[in-house]
């Protein structure tokens, strides 16, 4: 992660992040009626699933082995609070202890 102060600008390679109050953006969902609430919370889902796929190609590419745990540390460092993924037969469950989502 980069940070560049005299740009204003947080970055990992190509991608650039931002900081925002958790309840800042939480508050905006909690202010929506249904269903607006609802498609709009489904709308966040599906571009952080497809730019965070983005991502995860790029923690593929730089440790194949160990993707998983590198998605679970960007995760932490991004404050998205602590994951932990586990192996279940066939599935990968993935536990978030500390979700700034689910706490706004």
């Not at 590198?70 to 404050?79: E, F, I, N, P, R």
């Not at 586990?86 to 599935?91: I, L, N």
Request: proline share 5%; aromatic share 6%.
């Amino acid at each position: 992660m980069k940070h560049d102060a005299a740009r204003g600008e947080l970055s990992e390679g190509p991608a650039r992040y931002l900081l925002i109050r958790h309840d800042s953006l939480m508050g905006l969902f909690q202010r929506l009626p249904e269903p607006a609430r609802s498609m709009a919370l489904a709308a966040l889902a599906d571009s952080v699933a497809e730019h965070g796929a983005r991502s995860a190609q790029t923690y593929h590419a730089q440790n194949p082995q160990d993707l998983l745990a590198s998605v679970a540390v960007k995760a932490s460092q991004l404050g998205w609070g602590s994951w932990a993924f586990a192996h279940e037969g066939k599935s990968i469950v993935l536990t978030v202890q500390n979700s700034p989502f689910a706490h706004g």
